[in-house]
């Protein structure tokens, strides 16, 4: 079996999802109904259900979602991690029905235009109360944030970073550096791993192969190794440029190279120990 350990659901009549362009295909209501048969389909029995706005109302819903649905083994929500009552308000999620599964907060760092956000001493304040209440850090950052990444992680070691779509490399263009360097670095820290996730849309929407996404995914199995890599499909937003099950194939392909023992921990081990799942 396999572990998604990355998707989002949504509900436009419930709320607005400002970052979706008012034209987007994805412009609509996704739901764990709609993901479960392809993710039935294709061998995948857990999945791990991942916040998409900084808006508090929403973490509780998609615990609840959890609580009802055997799909969604985990819950990556988002609270504001500068609110100085941080550690209560995380106690406050895990007592919610559907709390017992949360594994995670996420910020939208991508979106903060400090490039040292993570570092400012009130959102290490936050951190380090998500690290003492056992849960990990999601990071949604692109390529020039992945420095901060690195410094956030060697302050914190007792926090498990977890970086989202690989710090989202430049695979439109084909280039690597300086994302590979600063990847390393962060994977060069042991409280660090990362989603193969997200790369399809990061490509050529319309054109992209499995050429286009290999040097970076194997940028990140020679960084992280398989123990510390896991699959992610980031749907909805992957049907931009693929199905669901061209996505879970193109991951299978791309790790095919691999002993059985370290594709089973990329598809499932991996996350089933990072998220506690």
Known sequence: MTVDAHHHVWDLSVRDQDWIDQHSPIRRDFTVADLEPAARAVGIDRTVLVQTVTVAEETPELLALA????????????????????????????????????????????????????????????????????????????PHQLPACAKAAAHLPRLTFVLDHLGKPPIASGALDPWAADLRALAALPNTVAKLSGLVTEADLAAWTLDDLRPYADTALEVFGPG?????????????????????EAARQLIAGLGESERTQILEGTAIRVYRL
């Open 228 to 248: 510390r890599l896991m699959f992610g499909s980031d749907w909805p937003v992957c049907t931009l440029a693929a199905s669901y099950g061209d996505v879970v």
């Open 67 to 142: 609580d009802v649905h055997d799909l969604v083994a985990g819950v990556v929500g988002w609270t504001d991690l500068t609110r100085p009552d941080v550690a209560d308000e995380l106690a406050r999620l895990r007592a919610l029905p559907g709390g017992a599964r949360l594994k995670g907060i996420r910020h939208q760092v991508q979106g903060e235009p400090d490039p040292d956000w993570l570092l400012r001493p009130d959102v290490l304040r936050g951190l380090t109360a998500v690290a003492e209440a056992g849960l990990v850090y999601d990071l949604v950052v692109l």
